[in-house]
Nanobody
Framework: QVQLVESGGGLVQAGGSLRLSCAASGRTFSSYAMGWFRQAPGKEREFVAA????????YYADSVKGRFTISRDNAKNTVYLQMNSLKPEDTAVYYC??????????????WGQGTQVTVSS
């Protein structure tokens, strides 16, 4: 079992930066690929970024590539999402997920509660 708690969301102007954190409980954190997803109002939840269990491989949606960086610290049971050059279209609730597959689905239903990111123009 893994429990996830996101933090770091907020209101930022276009072009600004935010860093999201996801703290995980459970001894198996370091064995899971982790990911970030987002859901904007009226839209389906979409994949944003993922990172392998070791941190050696990262994957990004085309819409955030070059602007967002995912990382993890297994000693702290935490995964991060550094978001730079934010755009209004990045506005969404951002969710952390554990046990992300190669097709960017989430096994086991390990989701955080979400954190709101709002980018003003």
């Amino acid at each position: 079992q893994v429990q996830l708690v996101e933090s770091g969301g907020g209101l930022v102007q276009a072009g600004g930066s935010l860093r999201l954190s996801c703290a995980a409980s459970g001894r198996t954190f370091s064995s899971y690929a982790m990911g970030w997803f987002r859901q904007a109002p009226g839209k389906e939840r979409e994949f944003v970024a993922a990172i392998s269990w070791s941190g050696g491989s990262t994957y990004y949606a085309d819409s955030v590539k070059g602007r967002f960086t995912i990382s993890r610290d297994n000693a702290k049971n935490t995964v991060y999402l550094q978001m730079n050059s934010l755009k209004p279209e990045d506005t969404a609730v951002y969710y952390c997920a554990a046990d992300v597959t190669a097709t960017y689905t989430v096994q086991g239903g390990y989701w955080g509660q979400g954190t709101q990111v709002t980018v003003s123009s």
